[in-house]
């Protein structure tokens, strides 16, 4: 009995989950939306070198400088 119990629970929690990354998911798409909008479009060679930059920064450098973003 506890065992389906608990796996109920942990099914109900990876739902809850899901739901909240997706909602994180819409709410980053709106605000692309809005940036995009307001400043054009971000090319494919930006994402990468912000990519680049994130990389460097986990690990422990400053790729292009403190403001290069």
Known sequence: MFH??????RGRLVDAF???RQIERDNLNELIQVAEAEHGPVTDEEVQAL???LHQARRGGTAGGANAA
């Open 51 to 53: 990519r680049d930059q």
């Open 18 to 20: 899901a739901v909240a």
């Open 4 to 9: 389906r119990a608990s796996n109920a629970f």
